[in-house]
């Protein structure tokens, strides 16, 4: 199967079963139904995106049905004073379970010219 884009709020109501960091920095979820999903960013030219913060403990989503998951490209609050390039993107990403919520978000910037948002897929 080749890796398929699809909507954060897929994960809901799964249950994750594992969280792998990769050396990319961009975590992968292993879902109960055996699936596995990632962020992926394509590398244009001159733009760098990269795991900026997570807020909350991983621990917390796995084993317990995911209650939400939402995603946006909102500036967050704590990046109120922060100065960047020429131009900037914020891929946000939550999951809640029953047991707590996990914050991942993730900066891009470029010259306005190239993507600076992360994507989300369906590996297997």
């Given at each position: 199967?080749?890796?398929?884009?699809?909507?954060?709020?897929?994960?809901?109501?799964?249950?994750?079963?594992?969280?792998?960091?990769?050396?990319?920095?961009?975590?992968?979820?292993?879902?109960?139904?055996?699936?596995?999903?990632?962020?992926?960013?394509?590398?244009?030219?001159?733009?760098?995106?990269?795991?900026?913060?997570?807020?909350?403990?991983?621990?917390?989503?796995?084993?317990?049905?995911?209650?939400?998951?939402?995603?946006?490209?909102?500036?967050?609050?704590?990046?109120?004073?922060?100065?960047?390039?020429?131009?900037?993107?914020?891929?946000?990403?939550?999951?809640?379970?029953?047991?707590?919520?996990?914050?991942?978000?993730?900066?891009?910037?470029?010259?306005?010219?190239y993507s600076e948002s992360v994507d989300f897929i369906k590996v297997s």
């Amino acid at each position: 199967m080749s890796n398929e884009h699809v909507e954060f709020f897929t994960l809901k109501g799964k249950t994750i079963v594992n969280i792998i960091w990769p050396n990319s920095n961009y975590p992968d979820f292993k879902t109960k139904d055996g699936h596995k999903y990632s962020f992926i960013h394509h590398q244009d030219c001159c733009e760098s995106v990269y795991l900026y913060k997570t807020i909350g403990n991983p621990d917390d989503i796995i084993g317990s049905p995911i209650t939400l998951a939402e995603s946006d490209h909102a500036e967050p609050d704590f990046a109120s004073e922060m100065k960047y390039n020429e131009s900037h993107t914020w891929s946000n990403f939550y999951l809640e379970t029953a047991k707590g919520r996990l914050e991942i978000y993730f900066l891009g910037e470029s010259n306005g010219y190239y993507s600076e948002s992360v994507d989300f897929i369906k590996v297997s």
